[in-house]
Structures are given as structure tokens and as C-alpha cells.
């Protein structure tokens, strides 16, 4: 079939296979765990053939990994706000993280990836590269325009700024150790930016 | 053998055999990690038959959490030091975190057990109990004498200012974005401390 020039018609079929192969992951993986997640079962939920699957991918994490990342693109990518008002959009996102971690859509397979990647090296890399860094990325491009407005300290580290803002989230919420609520999301918004507000001796 | 009264002696050889079993699941899941761990490996390691390992944990995970909470307490427990000056006191815990996360005889072991416990609530849950929160105390203690002697604000919320502390380091440890450097830790620790500290108006 690859040797076959694509028609508008198989492009559009071979994407509706994608696509229901994603679904297919992302449904299973919360019903089963990663774990009993297997090709066959995806397959069978798709209903596609198995080689189909395995044509496109070498392996079940991988499936997961694209049908991750599908959805992490429909919800529109990593963009933070900018209205001005650093802490009102540092809030809006860190509570719409908490709310994107309790919701078992996003908490199952993210979970199970993480799970994974800690003894599978390329998908820890990838895990990273394609999910992880762009939505660092933004939190940095954010602070970055705050700082270039004055809104924080000149000095702040940036990178480390950001993941004071992310680590305590990812840490609830990994650990199980209390529930991620919006309180705590503000609460750590709130602690950051007082650590990073511009002092006397910066203005 | 567990019907017979334990002499002196037996008591002697059990914690013997008790101890390498201990160590050798720690060796292994260093050399192998957690998937290829077997029972008959460890058994063989610690130089004991596979009934006595049978005999005293029901999974290979319930081995590996015990061997790490054995490594834990054999480090001196969660223990805060108290010299008065908070921010060296955090510098020096949070260092020694960082070392030790980078420490391959604590890192395989945690890594394995925590993605273990991804897909196993109950591991989850005695990983919380017996290892993450008596930690979490002894942070919470500290800043509860720091708040107490007006080094920090009144109104802080001293479990989230102490997941602050620690989230960061984990998400870096956990996801492997960046090195656990000293410089990472103090710059942690200098930010927290600046956004607890006691405002004009708590004066």
C-alpha cells in the first residue's frame, strides 16, 4: 500500500485510521491501564488490522505518545495568556493544569508515559522534547515578557522561576499526596511571584 | 520454621538473611531495573532460598520498597537540622536531596518504585506513608519553628511552602529536563524564602 501513489481518498482514509487508532490508545489506556494495553486490543477497537498499527508504530508506548500529544494539539498547544497581569494569567494556567491532571483523559495516559519513560530512555527524550519543553517554553516565554515589563526582578533565573511554578503541581499530583486544587495553584502562583518581585535595590 | 521458639541464634541468622535480601534487590534493580527483577534473582543474590523471600513479602515491589526504606533509615532518617538560620539549614538539606537524587543506589530504586506505584495504589499509598510524608513533616517542622520565631510570614501555608521546596527538585529529578545542581537548589531555596517572608504588614 506505501508503494501506491496517495489519492485525496486514501490520504483521507489512512488519517481516519490515525485517528481512530489514537482514540482507540487514550480509551484503553484508562480502562485497562498501561500495562494490559495491548496492540491486539487497540486494533480491535479501531477496527483496523493490527498491521495496520504496526506499520506506523514500533510500539504500544508509542501509539500512547502520539495519541497524547494529538490531544495536547486539539486543546490548542502551549500558549500562554498575556493580558499584562502576570499573576491573573499565571493562575488561569495553573489552574487549568490542576483541572488537566485530575481529568482522567489527560491524568491516565500522561501517568502511564511517565511511568514508562522512567526505564525507556527515547521515550523519556521524546516525552520531553515534544510535550514537556514547548509548554516550559511558554511558562518562559511569559516571565520573559514580565521581566522585560518590569513586572519581576531583573535577576531572576527564568528557567528556575518556571519550574517552581510547574514543580509543586507535578509533585501533588504525581505523588498523590493531596488534591491539586485551584487554592494550591494560586497559592504557588502567589508565593513565586513574591520571591521574584523586583526589589529596592533593582529598581 | 516459624512454629519453632526463635533462639537467639535463629533471630541472628534471620536478620542476616533479612539484610541481603534487602541489599541484593537493591544491587539488581540497579543492574537490570525493575522489569527484569525476579525473585529468583534476588533469592540466588542474597545467596537464600526463593521460599524464604516468599515467605516474608508477597511481591517483588514490597521487597524493593523495604529495601528502600532500609537505605533511608540507615541514612539517619528525615531529619531537619535547626542552627537558627533557615536559609543554610534548607541549602543543606535541599543540596543533600540533589546529591542523593543523582545517586544511583537511591535513584533506581525511587525511579522503579514510583513508577511502580503509577499502577499500584497500594504501593502508592505505603510509599507515601512510610517514606514521602515523615520527609514532608520534617520539612513542615522546620518552617513551623521558622514561622514561629517570625523568619517567615504569619500567614504562610507552610505545606504548600514546603511542596515548593521540594516539587521543583522532584519535576527536574522525575522528568530529567536538567542536572540537580547545588545552584538549582540554593536558587530554590532563595526564592521560596523570599516570597515567605514576613511583609510590612504582618510586622
Redesign the interface.
Known amino acids: 500500500m506505501s508503494e501506491q501513489p496517495r489519492t485525496p481518498d486514501s490520504a483521507r482514509r489512512s488519517e481516519r485510521s490515525r485517528r481512530a487508532i489514537l482514540d482507540a490508545a487514550l480509551e484503553l489506556v484508562g480502562e485497562v491501564?498501561?500495562?494490559k494495553l495491548t496492540i491486539e486490543a487497540i486494533a480491535a477497537r479501531a477496527g483496523v488490522g493490527k498491521q495496520t498499527i504496526y506499520r506506523w508504530w514500533p510500539s504500544k508506548a508509542s501509539v500512547l505518545f502520539d495519541s497524547f500529544l494529538a490531544l495536547s494539539e486539539d486543546s490548542g498547544g502551549p500558549v500562554l495568556p498575556d493580558t499584562g497581569d502576570l499573576e491573573a494569567d499565571l493562575k488561569l494556567v495553573l489552574r487549568a493544569t490542576a483541572d488537566e491532571l485530575a481529568d482522567p483523559k489527560y491524568d491516565l495516559p500522561l501517568?502511564?508515559l511517565?511511568?514508562?519513560s522512567?526505564?525507556d530512555p527515547a521515550l523519556?527524550r521524546e516525552?520531553?522534547e515534544k510535550v514537556?519543553?514547548p509548554q516550559?517554553a511558554a511558562f518562559e516565554a511569559r516571565l520573559r515578557s514580565a521581566r522585560d515589563a518590569g513586572r519581576i526582578s531583573p535577576r531572576a533565573?527564568l528557567?528556575?522561576?518556571l519550574?517552581?511554578l510547574?514543580?509543586?503541581?507535578?509533585?501533588?499530583w504525581?505523588?498523590?499526596?493531596?488534591p491539586l486544587t485551584h487554592a494550591?495553584a494560586d497559592?504557588?502562583v502567589?508565593?513565586?511571584?513574591?520571591?521574584?518581585?523586583p526589589g529596592p535595590e533593582s529598581v
Chains 1, 2 share one sequence.
Open positions: 491501564g498501561f500495562g501517568r502511564a511517565t511511568a514508562e522512567q526505564h523519556a516525552l520531553n514537556l519543553e516550559l533565573d528557567r528556575v522561576a519550574e517552581m510547574v514543580g509543586p503541581l507535578y509533585h501533588r504525581m505523588l498523590r499526596t493531596l494550591y497559592s504557588v502567589e508565593t513565586v511571584l513574591r520571591g521574584l518581585a
